[in-house]
């Protein structure tokens, strides 16, 4: 089973009142804000994260529904990290980035 750490900008949270900031860079202060597990792996695990924390619920599947039930955070956008099993994937304007 993978193990699937979200982690949100904290300047975007102080921010969000003015003017959102997103950006794509390593070195910003950042919350862990939600962890689920899930079969997926690597990118496609980071993909299905976004998936689920951005659709609207009844575009979800059954078993994606209960692993945001409750869930009343942000959306995954970009210069948010998905940690799958201890690998980062940066969410970036196109796609993911590693480190």
């Known amino acids: 089973m993978t193990n699937i750490r979200i ?7 102080a921010f969000l009142a003015k003017q959102p900031v997103f950006q794509a860079v390593w070195d910003l202060p950042r919350t862990l804000t ?17 998936h689920i924390f951005n659709a ?3 575009a979800l599947e059954e078993w994606q529904k209960l692993i945001v039930e409750g ?3 942000a959306s995954i956008s970009v210069g948010d990290i998905v940690e799958v099993d201890g690998v980062e994937y940066l969410c970036a304007s196109m796609g993911w980035e590693t480190r």
């Open 71 to 73: 869930y009343h955070g």
């Open 34 to 50: 939600f962890t689920y597990s899930t079969n997926a792996t690597g990118e496609a695990a980071a993909e299905e994260a976004f």
């Open 7 to 13: 982690h949100t900008q904290d300047h975007y949270k």
């Open 56 to 58: 609207p619920h009844d």
